[in-house]
């Protein structure tokens, strides 16, 4: 190696330690080493879409992201030092949630929205089917009363958010831990305890007529990148809660990419042709937090509340028909539509 050549590799090891920068970890099998428990908190208040007026700027202005600080300051400091509701009003219990279960970033991203591709930043266009889909999934919270089990979204009954909402911040439970063995990853994400035991390589999936509420994924290493491609899906969840759907012919690509010792970049590309007009990609970081574990996600405290919702239901009833009145029946809530046949 002649010494111009050797001042330019030293110059640029010299760049990457003061950055510090350390080659990926691997396993003792040989692969990327991903293992360990992250949370997506940091992302907290970033939109899954990117405002309109925003355009395709990726990041927040120094102002702009002034202002994401301070409102997370502000929350930082209700949450320390709680006053009666009434003082916040609805905000001080998001959801009913108490505030201590409630989490904050960290570090604000300075993401302008989740979504990173098309370069504007949002949904793209639905085919004439996903519009359709769309509309039958909206949400009808809040509309009357629930007639049955079915009236309530697939969270409500503690059955799964799919994959790409199990990964998406919400406001608590935002853990992701990955686990690796010689031909294996293993991610379980903290919210509803979902857990993907994914095999590496060539493994065909399973057979179509087979589907799933996480559907069957099958990854391979891209250099330092953990590629991973779920088919069979149900066709009963979605990404996000704002109404992005998916068929059962959709195929998710998710890609793992670790950038430091404590940050793991997270893609997820959503191929639809049923219900997209084109493909589309959400990003966003799994950072490392001291001292976060994941615990077990005991959904409506011993699932209590589903059935505590119907009986208060039936209970209105009653009320109405002793006074003659009558509360409209709840528009169902097809984000848990039915599978063929019935449930």
């Not at 110059?11 to 350390?22: C, K, R, S, Y």
């Not at 970890?25 to 992302?43: E, V």
């Not at 006053?83 to 970033?105: I, M, Q, T, V, Y």
């Not at 930043?121 to 809040?142: F, I, S």
Request: hydrophobic share 35%.
């Amino acid at each position: 190696m002649n010494n111009g050549l050797v001042a330019v590799v030293g110059g640029a090891l010299a760049v990457w330690a003061t950055l510090g920068w350390t080659a990926t970890k691997r396993t003792a099998w040989g692969d990327p080493d991903l293992r360990g428990t992250y949370t997506t908190d940091n992302s907290i208040g970033v939109p899954l879409q990117r405002p309109e007026q925003i355009g395709t700027r990726a990041t927040l202005t120094d102002d702009e992201y002034a202002a994401r600080v301070s409102a997370n300051d502000v929350q930082v400091a209700k949450d320390k030092n709680p006053l009666p509701e009434s003082e916040f009003g609805e905000d001080s219990a998001a959801n009913n949630a108490p505030r201590h279960w409630l989490e904050r970033p960290a570090k604000p991203s300075r993401a302008t929205s989740l979504i990173v591709d098309p370069p504007n930043g949002r949904v793209p266009a639905l085919t004439p089917e996903g519009e359709k889909l769309a509309a039958a999934r909206r949400p009808q919270r809040g509309r009357g009363l629930p007639a049955s089990y079915t009236d309530f979204s697939n969270y409500d009954r503690c059955i799964s958010r799919g994959i790409a909402a199990s990964i998406l911040p919400a406001i608590y439970g935002n853990g992701t831990k990955i686990e690796q063995a010689p031909g294996y990853v293993v991610i379980q994400n903290e919210m509803i305890h979902e857990t993907r035991v994914i095999p590496l390589g060539a493994r065909p999936h399973i057979g179509a007529g087979v589907r799933e509420w996480m559907g069957d994924s099958r990854g391979h290493f891209e250099g330092d990148t953990l590629v991973i491609e779920t088919t069979n899906l149900n066709g009963r969840t979605g990404v996000g809660g704002f109404g992005a759907v998916q068929s059962p012919d959709a195929k998710l690509i998710e890609r793992l990419t670790r950038v430091d010792a404590s940050t793991i970049r997270y893609e997820l590309t959503v191929d639809d042709p049923t219900i997209y007009t084109r493909r589309w990609t959400l990003a966003l970081d799994l950072d490392t937090k001291p001292g976060y574990e994941i615990y077990e996600y005991a959904c409506h405290e011993g699932n209590y509340g589903l059935a505590n919702m119907l009986s208060a239901a039936r209970a209105q009833e009653r009320a109405d028909a002793a006074q003659g009145t009558q509360t409209p029946p709840v528009q169902r809530r097809p984000s848990a539509p039915a599978a063929p046949g019935g449930e």
